[in-house]
């Protein structure tokens, strides 16, 4: 049996840098804590266990955002009820059911809300828009805000458009592109200061960490929602989300979700063929047939690809699956449809341009526009993020 040799490299979380030096305000206020399964230490030290550790038992109440405190509920729009805690014995008030937005009585006994979420580096993962809610009440009811940040598992890096005003939605809290190459403390910092909000916000910093990808990090992978089960996963979530606004599955309801995906009558080796080649740099997409145990297309036999990334340094997410998109659109006209609404409780405006944050650019998509066209348009927003961003970048 061979030996583990841990990784060279350390990251060490704020979770973890709040329990080496817990400050001693954090033991004399009454606290809460946004948190999920995916919240512990490289030790699996879950987080409501380690705060009730460090802070006297400081802690009184539990938050939890989409797909559940447990990360048990699968899709998206399932909700969940207010519940106890199984062992802690706390009330744990569900941000993604009846509200989506903490309510006044759920911070009312509260001095500091503790944050500590993993965020994948999209806009799309609703975990920031759940912190973002928390931010605004806590700000009108005058709690404190501790982010314990996390590494961007992705990494620096930044692509998609700028998200109009005209498109916020629950997949859309703020002008910001689709992958935004933050850590939550960085988009809490940046949003709290465009957004003007009366908030004591602080962020927890992680340790060693310089804008690598999360395989560099020595840090467990557990997933923070039952849709991205490895990093692997989450390495092509923000190109693939994309999938989400159309008829094509996304390969959830199979073991390999987001990295699957493709639908019934989809010729893998014809579409592969159109693909633009350089769109695909750092991937390889393998032509497979797959059949989903539930949601799109469940128990028929699809057509389609593992997208498999070969060089991470290569890779970009949105470009490759914007390229696969435009590929089947030239290739199989009419197979990859516009889903309708409701999508994340929008009921009017389309699914795919909540989530591409462009209008224009879905309508050329769904004519097979080339991906590398379609990304000259983004240019100059992007240059502009990376100015917005500068000054709050901590690592």
Not at 11 to 33: N, S, W
Not at 220 to 242: C, D, H, I, K, T
Not at 281 to 308: D, I, M, N, W
Request: net charge negative; hydrophobic share 40%.
């Amino acid at each position: 049996m061979s030996k583990y040799i841990p990784p060279k490299k350390i990251v060490r979380t704020g979770l973890e840098a709040l329990a080496d030096k817990t400050p001693d305000a954090l033991k004399k206020a009454r606290l809460g804590l946004l948190c999920n399964p995916a919240s512990l230490t490289r030790t699996f030290e879950p987080a409501p266990e380690l705060v009730q550790r460090v802070s006297d038992n400081a802690l009184t109440c539990l938050f939890s955002p989409q797909h559940g405190f447990f990360a048990e509920k699968q899709d998206n729009m399932v909700e969940s009820d207010h519940s106890v805690h199984p062992r802690l014995g706390l009330k744990v008030y569900s941000l993604y059911g009846e509200h989506r937005a903490p309510q006044s009585h759920m911070l009312e006994n509260l001095d500091i809300l503790l944050v500590d979420l993993w965020d994948v580096g999209c806009r799309v993962y609703t975990f920031f828009n759940t912190v973002l809610a928390c931010m605004k009440q806590a700000a009108r009811q005058g709690v404190a805000v501790w982010i314990l940040d996390r590494p961007n598992p992705l990494g620096r890096g930044e692509e998609g458009p700028i998200l109009p005003k005209d498109l916020a939605s629950f997949v859309g809290p703020h002008p910001m592109p689709l992958r935004h190459g933050l850590t939550m403390g960085e988009l809490g910092e940046l949003v709290a200061f465009e957004l003007k909000l009366d908030l004591d916000l602080k962020v927890i910093p992680l340790e060693g960490w310089q804008g690598e990808d999360f395989a560099t990090t020595g840090q467990p992978w557990v997933m923070p929602s039952p849709n991205l089960p490895s990093f692997s996963s989450a390495r092509v979530y923000p190109g693939q989300v994309l999938l989400e606004g159309v008829s094509l599955s996304e390969g959830r309801g199979t073991t390999r979700p987001f990295e699957l995906f493709g639908a019934p009558g989809l010729d893998p080796w014809a579409v592969s063929e159109a693909v633009e080649k350089e769109a695909l740099s750092g991937a390889f997409l393998r032509p497979v047939f797959f059949q989903p145990t539930f949601h799109k297309y469940q128990g028929e036999v699809c057509g389609g690809f593992q997208l498999q990334v070969t060089d991470p340094d290569r890779f970009k997410t949105l470009r490759a699956s914007l390229a696969v998109l435009s590929a089947i659109n030239r290739v199989h006209p009419g197979l990859c449809t516009l889903r309708q609404p409701p999508y994340e409780y929008e009921y009017e405006k389309r699914p795919l341009d909540l989530i591409l944050g462009d209008r224009r650019a879905v309508d050329l998509l769904q004519k097979g526009t080339p991906a590398l066209e379609l990304e000259q348009a983004w240019q100059s927003g992007l240059a502009d993020w990376l100015s917005r961003t500068e000054p709050f970048l901590m690592y």
